[in-house]
């Protein structure tokens, strides 16, 4: 028997996961309005004064919306040639994500309002709309991203330690006395002071403790450039390529070029 896909799949196919022809259009633009309107009904759910009157109007919506989006995450992956491709890719987790917690808020009260994710799923805004600049901004950034993922992953290290040792230092120093009651709650101040958020909720009485607070202040600016120099190194090196919006059919990658008859990633035919 031929694996081949049936006339009728690779027509869903092509409406559901591709934007470029005007019944895809339509129903892309149709999803991103009901994206929008249920992340709505879930924000204004949490207003307790609507929630106290609107209750129940508001779970029949999000039933309404959640029951839409399982057909529709259903329907994707019959359509897809590859349906494990589709369900473990970005956005066949995303899909799969912003329906589940409807379905939890039966066993867990207050689960419906991690629904709020389905924002993510308006990242096919770009592609839906053939914004391809902001594809092609998005790939670069995301390539920079990943080339600098082992110098950002020791720099995170290097981090760490240093945190580490710097609340130890100061929970020798300062003691309960001044809050800082334990190593574990030492390095949260140590933390939270790196980073320059300085909550206050916590702080060094001695002398001791002020100098080295200082040094630590001092060297948060410099911690915090760091991660921003190494992405912007590597985002001067990135070429920039023009893409188009097409999905593969066999591995829902995007981002290929204009002229690109196949993925580069499987190496898959594209339409």
Known sequence: ??????????????????SETPGGKFFD???????????????????VGLRRHFLPVFQKL?????????????????????????????????????????????????????????????LRIARIFK????????????????ASTH????????????????????YVIEGAASGFTSIPTSIYWAVVTLTTVGYGDIAPATPLGQILASFVMIMGYGIIAVPTGIVTVELSKTEKRMTNTEVCPNCHMEGHLPEASFCYNCGSKLN
């Open 1 to 18: 028997m031929s694996s081949e896909p049936s006339a009728f799949r690779k027509k869903l196919h092509t409406i559901v996961f591709e």
């Open 62 to 122: 999000e039933w309404g919306f959640t029951i839409l989006f399982t057909v529709e995450y259903l329907i994707r992956i019959y359509s897809a040639p590859r349906p494990l491709k589709y369900i473990f890719s970005f956005f066949g987790i995303v899909d799969l994500i912003s329906i589940i917690p409807t379905y939890l808020s039966i066993f867990y009260v207050g689960a419906q309002y991690f629904l709020v994710f389905r924002v993510l799923r308006l």
């Open 29 to 47: 633009i149709t999803l991103l309005v009901l994206i929008l309107a249920s992340v709505t009904i879930v924000s204004l759910e949490s207003v």
């Open 131 to 146: 914004l391809t600049h902001f594809i092609n901004e998005g790939k670069v950034l995301s390539n920079a991203i990943k």
């Open 151 to 170: 110098k950002i992953t020791v720099f995170m290290g290097t981090v760490i330690l240093l945190v580490v040792i710097i609340g130890s230092m100061m």
